[in-house]
């Protein structure tokens, strides 16, 4: 698995982005994937997680009903599309995957082997 996380950039509050995490291998058909971010001096934190084989997805509270997570098995891209974004959304946000646990995405980063570089979110108000 080699993971590639995209699509931040600098917006206002209210604004959107499309966050995407290409596997260049193709092979996240049988994982859990995840994103999480890391603001200043914070500890990563999950932001959303979905199974690839069944779909489930898991949402922080803190960006449920504003953000959605897909993947495209076509493309072997998992989204992650922000909508609504607050000046607390900024971080530099990461894609990870599990190979673990399939059935549902883990929302601890030690349970995660592969992770994309980051990709910074910055929301001005």
């Known amino acids: 698995v080699q993971l590639q996380a995209s699509g931040g950039g600098q917006v206002q509050a209210g604004g959107s982005l499309r966050l995407s995490c290409l596997d260049s291998?193709?092979?996240?058909?049988?994982?859990?994937v995840a994103w999480f971010r890391q603001g200043p001096g914070k500890e990563r934190d999950f932001v959303a997680g979905?199974?690839?084989?069944?779909?489930?997805?898991d949402y922080a509270d803190s960006v449920k009903g504003r953000f959605t997570i897909s993947r495209d098995s076509a493309q072997g891209t998992v989204y992650l599309q922000m909508n609504s974004l607050t000046p607390e959304d900024t971080a530099v946000y990461y894609c990870?995957?599990?190979?673990?646990?399939?059935?549902?995405?883990?929302?601890?980063?030690?349970?995660?082997?592969?992770w994309g570089q980051g990709t910074q979110v910055t929301v001005s108000s």
């Open positions: 990870a995957a599990d190979r673990v646990r399939v059935s549902v995405a883990s929302r601890r980063p030690g349970d995660y082997t592969y």
């Open positions: 291998r193709r092979t996240l058909s049988t994982y859990a």
């Open positions: 979905i199974a690839w084989g069944n779909g489930r997805t």
